[in-house]
């Protein structure tokens, strides 16, 4: 009895060895022991808040029928609710949101890294990883000099000092920048905006970047140090892209990881889907979602990246909620609570945008119908029309609203969108936040933005 007790004992604590040493070999790639990572892939969707993030989960779901990848993140990591208030303000718009999350301080809003004294540079997280030999790039597809890249690589009182935030990008030595507004890195003279007569690309050029402009050109870029400006102004958005010689967001990510990956000491990357946040400033529910949608495909170019280097810490979130996106529920015809009528938003062809300018400034009736039928393919009335005209929505809160007839005719697409809009601008609406691989075993709870600095630093160390 003794001798079959003891071998038994001794057969299982041999089997918990094997279980152990075999789960060991498992995690030890991913780091979960360590909670190290040798990359840290961070991905911002501006502007993306709960509702944003919802109506394209619900599109790809129902419409494409597939899941998003930023579902499958979640799925494969942790999750977190995350509040961004800002050292003086309740809402915070993208330079003090990306500067927080950047440097784990509290920042004052449209400073870029700034200390709270408005002079005082606060070291970010791509400078560090930078400065331990590292790669690094920032990729978006607004200006590649707006806010959000900005505040990873310069330090800007204010972030409208364009200008400058390009010549600190180059200074700072990041090895990829892609996005748009090229006109900040060429003189006036050059048809840019620089008012010092400089010309960046040139500069760039002599700093060894390889500088290009389109898709073509970016596919042909093997390594080394990239400038690509895509756009005099904003990248397209996604809903209008097809008829630019733009890439798309996962193409200039896969891009970006297969130069960064080159260094073997590691990189950081900050991708933005910029574009989402623009938008949802105009009430524009089809190119938010349409652009969240890339953003998600960016995410799943990360992904693929992540699985075959599990050494990498890939954080989604976002930096703010744009324009009180609501998913309501009623249409004209059903007040079951049809919600938002995702056929409808497939139909639509065009940005607002693009809608804005189509109408011009003084449209008649007739010319809004024409044009809302032509580029959403929503046939609305002639009260309706006239609605648009009036711009009564705007009249009632002009504070909050910003663009002419716009959040008057997101108004008047309520019954047809079954999407509401509490405002064209900025709200402190909590996001989401969420990541997966070494380091992300503490992104979960309810976290400020400010944590996701500690969050990546300490998977530096
Ligand atoms: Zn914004």
């Known amino acids: 009895m003794y001798d079959k007790e003891s071998s038994m004992r001794s057969q299982h604590r041999t089997r918990s060895l094997v279980i152990l040493f075999v789960v060991g070999l498992l995690l030890l790639p991913i780091g979960v022991f360590a909670g190290q990572a040798k990359n840290i892939i961070l991905m911002i969707g501006d502007g993306m808040g709960p509702s944003q993030f919802g109506a394209a989960w619900l599109y790809s779901n129902r419409v494409l029928g597939k899941e998003l990848q930023m579902v499958e993140v979640m799925k494969r990591g942790r999750t977190a609710y995350l509040v961004n208030d800002t050292a003086d303000a309740i809402v915070t718009e993208s330079a003090a949101a990306a500067g927080q999350i950047a440097t784990g301080e509290k920042m004052t ?92 690309l040139d500069e760039a050029r002599a700093a060894g970047y390889a500088v290009i402009d389109s898709a073509d050109e970016l596919k042909r870029i093997e390594g080394g140090k990239v400038l690509g400006l895509f756009n005099m ?50 009430n524009d529910a089809a190119g938010a979602i349409r652009d969240t949608l890339a953003f998600d495909q960016a995410v799943g170019v990360v992904l693929e990246f992540q699985q075959k280097n599990p050494d990498t810490l890939v954080i989604v979130t976002a930096d703010h909620e744009t324009g009180g996106m609501a998913l309501i529920g009623n249409s004209k015809d059903s007040k079951d609570y049809v919600g938002i009528d995702l056929a409808a938003i497939q139909n639509v062809q065009a940005s607002f945008e693009v809608v804005e300018g189509a109408l011009g400034k003084n449209p008649t009736p007739e010319k809004v119908r024409e044009v809302v039928k032509t580029y959403l393919a929503i046939e609305i009335t002639d009260d ?78």
Do not use: C
């Open 109 to 200: 809003a449209r400073a870029l890294s700034m200390a709270a004294d408005g002079k005082t540079p606060v070291k970010t997280i791509l400078e560090i990883a930078r400065d331990k030999g590292m790669a690094t790039g920032l990729v978006t597809t607004s200006g590649i000099t707006d806010a959000t890249p900005a505040a990873f690589a310069s330090h800007v009182a204010h972030r409208s000092d364009e200008a400058s935030v390009a010549e600190q990008e180059l200074q700072a030595g990041v090895v990829v920048l892609l996005g748009g507004r090229k006109q900040f890195f060429l003189s006036e003279a050059a048809a840019g905006r620089r008012k010092d007569g400089r010309n960046l």
């Open 233 to 282: 102004g904003n990248m397209a958005y996604e809903i209008d892209r097809a008829t630019t010689a733009e890439p798309s967001l996962a193409e200039m990510t896969a891009k970006t990881l297969q130069v960064l990956s080159q260094n073997s000491k590691g990189f950081f990357a900050m991708i933005e889907g910029g574009r989402i946040d623009h938008a949802a400033h105009r």
């Open 384 to 461: 309706e029309a006239k609605t648009v005209i009036t711009d009564p929505i705007r009249k009632l809160d002009p504070y909050n609203y910003t663009y002419p007839m716009m959040h008057s005719l997101a108004f008047v697409l309520r019954p047809y969108l079954r999407v509401g809009w509490g405002s064209q601008t900025h709200t402190a609406s909590p996001l989401l936040a969420f990541g997966s691989g070494p380091g992300s075993e503490t992104l979960v709870g309810f976290r400020h933005n400010t944590d996701l600095f500690r969050i990546m630093k300490a998977a530096l160390e």
